[in-house]
T-cell receptor
Framework: GQQLNQSPQSMFIQEGEDVSMNCTSS?????WLWYKQDPGEGPVLLIA?????ELTSNGRLTAQFGTTRKDSFLNISASIPSDVGIYFC????????????FGKGTKLSVKP | DAGVTQSPTHLIKTRGQQVTLRCSPK?????VSWYQQALGQGPQFIFQ???????QRGNFPDRFSGHQFPNYSSELNVNALLLGDSALYLC???????????????FGDGTRLSIL
């Protein structure tokens, strides 16, 4: 099936460091979303972006909707152990095309 | 405020059998989408239900079917199970806007289906 290109695939960081991950697509999306999934649980919505160029924060998380509408970025500042998990980007065309198209995820591991 | 709830949490079936998974949407939501998540992959869209009708479908065979009830809850049915159907099945709910905009989808914790 169709998927977005998400990178990096995994990363190990020191507690307190900042983290960046991104997602690119060959298709234009009207909405970009970022989810976090912990083991044994479903994805939890972190940030939703609706306009090209939009920059939105949720606590230590900041995400941006790329100006080309084909990419998005997520930054986590001052990482802590509970940030461990898998982060997924998802694009949505909108209107009658309500399905989400997901990346393969970025697995974040933090060294205490 | 109850979130999206799915049942059962785990299920083991054998090849050729049939399975029904259930989902109750988040309070106030009227649209339900189903996704299949294989190990190590992102979720793949199966179909979406709105006003008790299948509004959109992903690239899944007819063995996958669904239903939405008047109370907005939904079922996913899979017939003639194959080994490759082993996956986490996720339900997501949202507030439908009739095409005038997107509302974010909120996920349940999924049903882990294992095919022997």
């Amino acid at each position: 099936g169709q998927q977005l290109n998400q990178s990096p695939q995994s990363m190990f960081i020191q507690e307190g460091e900042d983290v960046s991950m991104n997602c690119t697509s060959s298709s234009i999306f009207n909405t970009w979303l970022w989810y976090k999934q912990d083991p044994g649980e479903g994805p939890v919505l972190l940030i939703a972006l609706y306009k090209a160029g939009e920059l939105t924060s949720n606590g230590r998380l900041t995400a941006q909707f790329g100006t080309t509408r084909k990419d998005s970025f997520l930054n986590i500042s001052a990482s802590i152990p509970s940030d461990v998990g898998i982060y997924f980007c998802a694009g949505q065309l909108g209107g009658s095309q309500g399905n989400l198209i997901f990346g393969k995820g970025t697995k974040l591991s933090v060294k205490p | 405020d109850a979130g999206v709830t799915q049942s059962p949490t785990h299920l083991i079936k054998t090849r050729g059998q049939q399975v029904t998974l259930r989902c109750s949407p988040k309070s106030g939501h009227d649209t339900v989408s189903w996704y299949q998540q294989a190990l190590g992959q992102g979720p793949q869209f199966i179909f979406q239900y709105y006003e008790e009708e299948e509004r959109q479908r992903g690239n899944f065979p007819d063995r996958f079917s669904g239903h939405q009830f008047p109370n907005y809850s939904s079922e996913l049915n899979v017939n003639a199970l194959l080994l490759g159907d082993s996956a986490l099945y996720l339900c997501a709910s949202s507030l439908g806007t009739g095409g005038s905009g997107n509302q974010p989808q909120h996920f349940g914790d999924g049903t882990r289906l294992s095919i022997l």
